[in-house]
Structures are given as C-alpha cells and as structure tokens.
C-alpha cells in the first residue's frame, strides 16, 4: 500500500523522528515475462508506466532503467515547461501536456513544484516583432494563452535587463505565456515511479537492456543484464540513446544525438520571477527556489554521447548571458553538465510504431521533452495498450519522413538550434 | 575543447570549424522511391563510437574533409580528404 503524503502523515512521521517513512516504491526483481517492457526510466517510460496501469488497466508492466531512474535527460533538465508552439498539432499536445501538470500534483500525490511563473520571449529587432506577432496569434488561434509585450511591459516584468540606449540587443518588446513556468524535475520522474508502483508496475533500476529476441511474428524478448525477459510489447523510451536501441532491433533512425548544455549559479537573492527566453541571445534563464540562476542554451556543434558538454558553447551561453544581463557578470557558476538529446529534423517527437512488430519508439524530444512527459506518456500507453496512435499524436509517427508530412517546429524551440 | 588538424593548415581550435554531419552518404538518383530518398534526408547512423563525419574549415582556408571520431571521448582517430573510402579504425 502506497503510504499518502499530507500534513498528517508528515506530523506523525515527524513525531517518530522520521524513522518510518516507507520506501517510495519497490526494488523488485523482474518477473520472467512482462505484457509490456518500457525500456528507459526517465520521465516518459515512468508516466508511460503509469498511464498504462491508470488509464488501460495494463498492470503486467516493467520499466528497466540501466541507471537510476530520472538520471537520464529528466534530472538534467532546465526544467521550463509550456506550450507555445507554432502548429495546432503541436500546441494540441503540449497544452494537453502542460494541463496534466496543472493537475499532476494532486493526481500522484506528490508535489512536483509547479510555478506557472510565465515565460517572456524577448524581441530585438523589428524582425523578431514581426515573428513573434505571428507567433502568439498562431497560439491565440489554437486557444493558447498568449500576451504581446511592449518594451515598458517587459521592463516592468524583467527590470534587470540591459535596458540602455548601446544595448548590444536593444529589447523592443516581446511576448509571453503566462501559464508556462517550471516544475521540479527529480519530482516528476519520482512522482509517476511511486504512483506507478503502487498500481503494481515493477520499476527495475540498474538494468540495462543490450539486445532482444525477435521471432518471425516480432519482439519476443528483452536482453538485459539479469537475464532474458518475455514480453508482449516493448516501448523504447531511451532519448539520446534510441539509435543504439534501434541498431540492436536492425534499423536506424532519422534521430542525431547530441550533448546539450546548462549551468547554474551560485545562489543569489530573488531577482527573476519570470523565465526569460532571448532567442537572438540564444540564452534562456530562471532563477530556482534555491536562489540558483538556471540557465541553458543551444546544442553543442557535433554529435555526442557524452553528458559533459564542451567549452565553446558553455562560453557563448554565458556571453549571451552577460549581454542580457549585465549586473551578472560577477556570479559565479556552480554547476555545469549536459544530457544526450534525441533531435530529429522537424522538432517534432517520434511516437509510433517501429518496423519490428511490437516494438514502439518515444523519441525525438530534442530539447524541449521535459514539458511533453505527461502528455509523452498517455498517449505512448495509449498506442501501447491499443495498438493505434492517440489522436493527440497521429501526425508523430515515422512514417512522416517519407510522406514529407513533417511539423517543422524549429521556431518554436525558441533557441536557433 | 577538441583540437582538429585542417589538412591544409594544420592544427586549429574547433572553433574555427563547422560540422557538416555524417559522411558518406550518396546522393541518390531523381527515380529514388519516397523511402530511399527519406532515408537520404534524414534517417543517420547515429552511432555511440566511432562515426564518420565531414567538417568544414569555415574560418580558415574553406576546405572540406573528413574526420573520424568518437562520440564518446570526442577522440580523433583520423582526418582524411573528401572523396576517400570510409577507414577501418579500431
Ligand atoms: C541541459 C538540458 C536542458 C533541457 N531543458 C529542457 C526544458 O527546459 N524544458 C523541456 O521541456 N525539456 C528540456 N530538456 C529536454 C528534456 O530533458 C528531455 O527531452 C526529456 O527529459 C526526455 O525524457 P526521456 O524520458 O525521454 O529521456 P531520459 O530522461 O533521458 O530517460 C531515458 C532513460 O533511458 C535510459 N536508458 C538508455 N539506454 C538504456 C538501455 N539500453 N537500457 C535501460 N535504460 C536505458 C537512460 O539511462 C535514461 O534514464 C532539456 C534537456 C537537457 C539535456
Ligand atoms: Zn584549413
């Protein structure tokens, strides 16, 4: 039985000195076979998991994770969720993403810290006016909230930027998004484990998969590093590492891997309430409730699998970063890391069926799959549980690369990448 | 930072190049089906090792080549002209 967080349990908790909190959810070993395996513990195989058991009654279910769970993308994120996007595809499934962490909170019983502290995309030029105009219409149109911003309106949002008369990027207005903001990313992947384990899903931590078994009727079984495990159907939700995955099934993706970067600051007063996006800057930037300026940017220049992150693009986030903000040119960085990104050509995320039956992909979340976990998730158990794509995501699978029917989103990752 | 060695002129912070993607990947004929060519476009190998990749001496002396790298350590094995077969590495 899964213990309920509340101000009861943790004053009774507190009066046993904390000794007996309960494990938030199992280290079982696996079963011989699985209906369904998910391949990958980050964000999007735990509320695959869990949607699967919630949603579609499909219990039988294990999730093998080669590390700890939420290690991967998910713990490394910048943590910025919202959904403004250009393409009603898009903005259909992010803002049903972005509703599911309006309501995620109460619905695992765990607090994942959502702030809907709004996100302000900065303009510089008469051009980025222009594009962002056309921007947050788009996102009007699909009945996403969106402000166009004056100069004075950012001003008053975001006073500590480099407002002077030689700003080397002048800030002529902007737009934001009030219900975006962030949510706390350890959270999230915790939130869905624990929900996930109480409904009887068995999270496998330490696990890797290296390989499977595939029989003339398609996935039969998973490799992994305790033994080989039957199953009905696998979800490969493994990020930056789908194309080694895939490599293993015999075919190969229209996915690159790269590092991505981001950094934190030592921790200051509050300053920043806001997100704050500057996509000529390149930069993006929020303070956490630890005091800690988070900021990120674009891609490392050549593929990787490495979580380290290289010199020359720490350095121009940063430059991008003093450029905006001049006062904090003399904080110190505290941290600096990188997770391994799945990018596909359109921005957009791969959810569909594989070309071995059985085997279905979650990937191609690029940048931007932290937002995209709830909804990720419910309409992967969707496609896993049925066999057929969720209406949210039928415009997602990989039969687009052929067809051209691609949703070119690069825009609206806000970051040139 | 990596440190790549431009043929012409020799070594140079990476800095001064830009990444032109996967290597030898051939262009295929105006018959090519939608598969073929979508595999053209988009599908990579992607490998986590050794990859075969094309950089550009952007700005230095403009010339094209390519180099073999891993993806893990970033460690160059090789740089070889545009136009030669792929190398064995270890
Ligand atoms: C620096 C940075 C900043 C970002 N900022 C944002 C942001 O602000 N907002 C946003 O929406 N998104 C952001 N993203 C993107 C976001 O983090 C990812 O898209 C998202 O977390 C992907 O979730 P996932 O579950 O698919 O992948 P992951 O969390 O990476 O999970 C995949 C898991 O699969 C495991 N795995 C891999 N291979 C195997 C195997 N063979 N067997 C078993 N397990 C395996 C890995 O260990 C990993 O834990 C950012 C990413 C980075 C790196
Ligand atoms: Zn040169």
Known sequence: MMQRYSFLSLAGHALRGHRAWPQAWRSPQPKPAYDVVIVGGGGHGLATAYYLAKNHGVRNVAVFEKGWIGGGNTGRNTTVVRSNYLFPESARFYDHSLKLYEGLSRELN????LSQRGMVTLAHSRHDIDAQRRWANAMRINGID???????????????????PDARLPVLGGFTQPRAGTARHDAVAWGYARAADALGVDIIQNCEVTGFDIGADGVRAVKTSLGLIGVGRVGLAV???????????????PV??????????????????????????????????KGELVIGGGLDLYASYAQRGNLPTAEQVIAGLI????SFSRLRM?????????????????????????????????????????????????????????PLATGFGLDRFTSGALIDEAAASGIAH | MLSLTCPHCGPRDETEFSCGGESHIERPGV???DETWADYLFVRDNPRGVT????????????????????????????YPMGAPRPTTP
């Open chain 1, 146 to 164: 969106s402000d166009l911003l004056t100069r004075e309106d950012v001003r008053r949002l975001v006073p500590r930027l480099d407002y002077a």
């Open chain 2, 31 to 33: 018959e090519a089906s």
């Open chain 1, 323 to 326: 450029t905006l903000f001049p």
């Open chain 1, 256 to 289: 690159q891997s790269y590092a991505l970067q981001a950094m934190v600051s030592e921790p200051i007063k509050p300053l920043l309430d806001t997100v704050v996006l500057s996509p000529s800057a390149g930069i993006y930037v929020s303070q956490s409730d």
């Open chain 1, 239 to 253: 990020a930056g590492h789908s194309s080694v995955l895939a490599r293993t099934l015999g075919f190969r993706l």
């Open chain 2, 52 to 79: 075969f990749e094309r950089w550009h001496h952007r700005f230095g002396c403009g010339a094209w080549f390519n180099v073999a790298r891993d993806t893990v350590s970033h460690e160059i094995k090789t740089v």
């Open chain 1, 110 to 113: 765990f607090n994942i810290m």
């Open chain 1, 334 to 390: 505290l941290r600096q890391w990188a997770g391994v990104v799945d990018v596909v050509h359109d921005s957009t995320p791969i959810l569909g069926r594989s070309p071995v039956p059985g085997v279905f992909l979650n990937c191609g979340w690029g940048t931007g799959g932290f937002k995209a976990i709830p909804a990720g998730g419910w309409c992967f158990a969707h496609l896993l549980a049925k066999n057929e794509s969720h």
